[in-house]
Nanobody, 124 residues
Framework: QVQLVESGGGLVQPGGSLRLSCAAS????????MAWFRQAPGKEREFVAA????????SYADSVKGRFTISRDNRRNTVDLQINSLKPEDTAVYYC?????????????????WGQGTQVTVSS
């Protein structure tokens, strides 16, 4: 059973940056497709970015390309999300998730493990 714990959220002004981190226990991240999703108030949870050791490379939602960067830290067994040039519409709870899929997947139902989320609020 994989446990995921997110950290790094907070209140930031438009144009600012944050680095979110997802720490895993009970499993090795290299065995999963790891992703970040977000859910804004009143909206469905949406895919943001994914990374896979096995598949190699990353995958991003079009809305965040060029501003968000997903990366891994093998030593710490974490997956990080660097968020730059934050906009008010980036305000959401950000979730880390792990999938046993063998290809990059973007649907909530395709992920097997979830963290509890970390709040990101972008406001002046």
């Amino acid at each position: 059973q994989v446990q995921l714990v997110e950290s790094g959220g907070g209140l930031v002004q438009p144009g600012g940056s944050l680095r979110l981190s997802c720490a895993a226990s009970g499993g090795t991240l290299s065995n999963y497709v790891m992703a970040w999703f977000r859910q804004a108030p009143g909206k469905e949870r949406e895919f943001v970015a994914a990374i896979s050791w096995t598949l190699g490379g990353t995958s991003y939602a079009d809305s965040v390309k060029g501003r968000f960067t997903i990366s891994r830290d093998n030593r710490r067994n974490t997956v990080d999300l660097q968020i730059n040039s934050l906009k008010p519409e980036d305000t959401a709870v950000y979730y880390c998730a792990a999938s046993r899929a063998v290809v990059f997947v973007k649907r909530v139902s395709q992920y097997d493990y979830w963290g509890q989320g970390t709040q990101v609020t972008v406001s002046s």
